[in-house]
């Protein structure tokens, strides 16, 4: 199989949960000889990309937007994906030629869910509303004024509207109030800034605590006390070191336990993963995708020489300190001393553990040109995404949910 970077965008619903996600891909070099189009080249990738490394194990449970070319629409190359795990997106480029529309109706009758993408509705492109179920409205650098211009005629048609390339939470906010149904971009990962207004004291209290944790010069009996002074943090920690995953042949009955069996870099992790949990204000994705991050940060260092696992997991946890806190990074970290390769890794990239903090948050965003780690292959970047996400359902679903 054709290597590729395989990743994935969220979306989001109203009330910020995640009803979605949009696959990024990125094939190697593009040799195709049956394809007349690079296009198509791309769409063949992503096929065997779902066969070879299975759809749940990028998206679990939720949907999976999968951008569909031409070819495909036509029925010229088969689509081996069942119906109820994804929604065919058209991409812009695609004519609505009576060949493409005949191939979007047999689609939905097979109950596939079609979207199209950066739609502008004209004379030419009216027809595709005719077989969408959602149309994705670019909103990126539009005020509110030029948006509802675009979405008012759309109204007369039975699709569900999503906002796509929002970046800020005052462009949510717009688009929510104007009345998208999906909401897709960066906006989530960002601090939402109100000037003048300091950290609150519950959250002065949490980076204190976060510090000391994270302080080297912390004892075990030190981390200890910590631990054991939360009640809630206390039985996270023994939740988890009790789940499946760790095959324990007796139960883990003690924070002291705990910390012998697991060490005290990962229990200080963990426990800092346990309180970030705790602001209680933010979607809980945001929250997905530190730990996300975290576990990526920590899988890249694994093949990086001088880069310990366990303090690229901190940088990548940490990166999104910024949005859980609403302040920007340099104040976040005034309250949070930490030791000077992390902090240069989160403010300035620098570094080791900036450099996979960097290739980390390109993968993210699917900025393929910037992903590059320490000469790693593209397989162990994509195999520690991938590593990351699966790590990151099993702690969401035996930790977060379940203990709710």
Same mark, same amino acid.
Request: include cysteine.
């Given at each position: 199989?054709?290597?590729?970077?395989?990743?994935?965008?969220?979306?989001?619903?109203?009330n910020l949960?995640?009803?979605?996600?949009?696959?990024?891909?990125?094939g190697g070099?593009?040799?195709?000889?049956?394809?007349?189009?690079?296009?198509?080249a791309?769409?063949?990738?992503?096929?065997?990309?779902?066969?070879?490394?299975?759809?749940d194990?990028?998206?679990g449970?939720?949907?999976a937007?999968?951008?569909?070319?031409?070819?495909?629409i036509i029925?010229?190359?088969?689509?081996?994906?069942?119906?109820?795990?994804?929604v065919?997106?058209?991409?812009?480029?695609?004519?609505p030629?009576?060949?493409?529309?005949?191939?979007?109706r047999?689609?939905?009758?097979?109950?596939y869910?079609?979207a199209?993408?950066?739609?502008?509705?004209?004379?030419? %492109?009216?027809?595709?509303?005719e077989?969408?179920d959602?149309?994705?409205?670019?909103?990126?650098d539009l005020?509110?004024?030029?948006?509802?211009?675009?979405?008012?005629?759309?109204?007369?048609?039975?699709?569900?509207?999503?906002?796509?390339k929002?970046? %800020?939470?005052?462009?949510?906010?717009?688009?929510?109030?104007?009345g998208?149904?999906?909401?897709?971009?960066?906006?989530?990962?960002?601090?939402n800034?109100?000037?003048?207004?300091?950290?609150?004291a519950?959250r002065?209290?949490?980076?204190?605590?976060?510090a000391?944790?994270?302080?080297p010069?912390?004892?075990?009996?030190?981390?200890?006390?910590?631990?054991?002074?939360?009640?809630?943090?206390s039985?996270?920690?023994?939740?988890?070191?009790?789940?499946?995953?760790?095959?324990?042949?007796?139960r883990?009955?003690?924070?002291?336990?705990?910390?012998?069996?697991?060490?005290?870099?990962t229990?200080?992790?963990?426990?800092?993963?346990?309180?970030?949990?705790?602001?209680?204000?933010?979607?809980?994705?945001?929250?997905?995708?530190?730990?996300?991050?975290?576990?990526?940060?920590?899988?890249?260092?694994a093949?990086?020489?001088?880069?310990?696992?366990?303090?690229?997991? %901190?940088?990548?946890?940490?990166?999104a300190?910024?949005a859980?806190m609403?302040?920007?990074?340099?104040?976040?970290?005034?309250?949070?001393?930490?030791?000077?390769?992390?902090?240069?890794?989160?403010?300035?990239?620098?570094?080791?553990?900036?450099e996979?903090l960097?290739?980390?948050?390109?993968?993210?965003?699917?900025?393929w040109?910037?992903?590059?780690?320490s000469?790693?292959?593209?397989?162990?970047?994509?195999?520690?995404?991938?590593?990351?996400?699966?790590?990151?359902e099993?702690?969401?679903?035996?930790?977060?949910h379940?203990?709710?």
């Amino acid at each position: 199989m054709q290597d590729v970077y395989i990743g994935r965008q969220p979306i989001y619903g109203r009330n910020l949960d995640v009803y979605a996600y949009e696959l990024l891909f990125r094939g190697g070099l593009v040799d195709f000889a049956d394809f007349a189009e690079g296009d198509r080249a791309t769409s063949q990738v992503i096929l065997n990309a779902f066969t070879e490394i299975g759809l749940d194990r990028v998206v679990g449970e939720r949907l999976a937007f999968l951008n569909l070319t031409r070819g495909f629409i036509i029925g010229e190359y088969p689509l081996p994906i069942p119906h109820e795990k994804v929604v065919l997106e058209v991409l812009e480029d695609v004519r609505p030629e009576p060949v493409v529309l005949a191939g979007l109706r047999d689609l939905k009758s097979r109950g596939y869910t079609i979207a199209l993408d950066d739609f502008v509705l004209t004379n030419d %492109t009216e027809g595709l509303l005719e077989v969408a179920d959602i149309v994705k409205v670019d909103c990126l650098d539009l005020g509110a004024d030029e948006i509802k211009k675009q979405v008012e005629p759309l109204r007369r048609f039975p699709v569900k509207l999503l906002a796509e390339k929002i970046e %800020t939470q005052e462009q949510f906010n717009v688009c929510r109030d104007i009345g998208f149904d999906y909401f897709q971009g960066f906006f989530l990962s960002r601090p939402n800034v109100i000037h003048d207004r300091g950290l609150g004291a519950n959250r002065v209290n949490l980076l204190r605590l976060l510090a000391e944790l994270q302080d080297p010069a912390s004892t075990f009996d030190r981390v200890h006390d910590l631990v054991s002074q939360d009640v809630a943090l206390s039985y996270k920690l023994l939740r988890h070191i009790n789940t499946a995953a760790y095959g324990l042949r007796r139960r883990i009955e003690s924070v002291r336990e705990t910390l012998v069996y697991l060490g005290l870099d990962t229990v200080r992790n963990l426990a800092c993963l346990f309180l970030l949990a705790s602001v209680d204000d933010k979607p809980h994705d945001l929250l997905m995708t530190s730990m996300l991050r975290g576990k990526m940060c920590a899988l890249l260092a694994a093949g990086v020489d001088e880069v310990e696992m366990h303090r690229a997991f %901190t940088v990548g946890l940490f990166s999104a300190l910024d949005a859980l806190m609403d302040c920007p990074m340099t104040l976040v970290l005034e309250k949070l001393p930490l030791a000077e390769d992390i902090r240069n890794a989160l403010l300035d990239r620098k570094g080791g553990l900036g450099e996979v903090l960097a290739t980390t948050l390109a993968y993210e965003r699917g900025d393929w040109e910037s992903v590059s780690c320490s000469g790693l292959s593209r397989g162990q970047i994509k195999a520690a995404f991938l590593g990351a996400v699966e790590w990151v359902e099993v702690i969401d679903r035996e930790l977060f949910h379940l203990a709710a």
